[in-house]
């Protein structure tokens, strides 16, 4: 399976973006995934994940500020970030627990 990412751009302190992940396959809806991020000079770290039923889970770093969803109708896994801070600046990927793939990430860029 490929998975797309997108929605990634430019923003200010305190606003809002959602990034999209769109696999190739229908069969997408079984697959658990994972929103991960790499900010410049640093390790990629966990954002969140949501499995095939829906059940979500967030680093301690996003908590009630980032919601994933899914629609698996569209193949397609959502990162909703509001509430966004200069430190949130990364590339974001999303990846296939089950496949283990990732996409090819989007950049979200913060500004204070």
């Known amino acids: 399976v490929q998975l797309q990412a997108s929605g990634g751009g430019l923003v200010q302190a305190g606003g809002s973006l959602r990034l999209s992940c769109t696999a190739s396959i229908s069969t997408f809806s079984s697959d658990p995934i994972g929103w991960y991020r790499q900010a410049p000079g640093k390790q990629r770290e966990f954002v969140a994940t949501?499995?095939?039923?829906?059940?979500?889970n967030y680093a301690d770093s996003v908590k009630g500020r980032f919601t994933i969803s899914r629609d698996n109708a569209k193949n397609t896994v959502y990162l909703q970030m509001n509430s966004l801070k200069p430190e949130d600046t990364a590339v974001y990927y999303c990846?296939?627990?089950?496949?283990?793939?990732w996409g090819q990430g989007t950049l979200v860029t913060v500004s204070s």
């Open positions: 949501i499995s095939s039923g829906g059940s979500t």
């Open positions: 990846k296939s627990l089950l496949r283990g793939n």
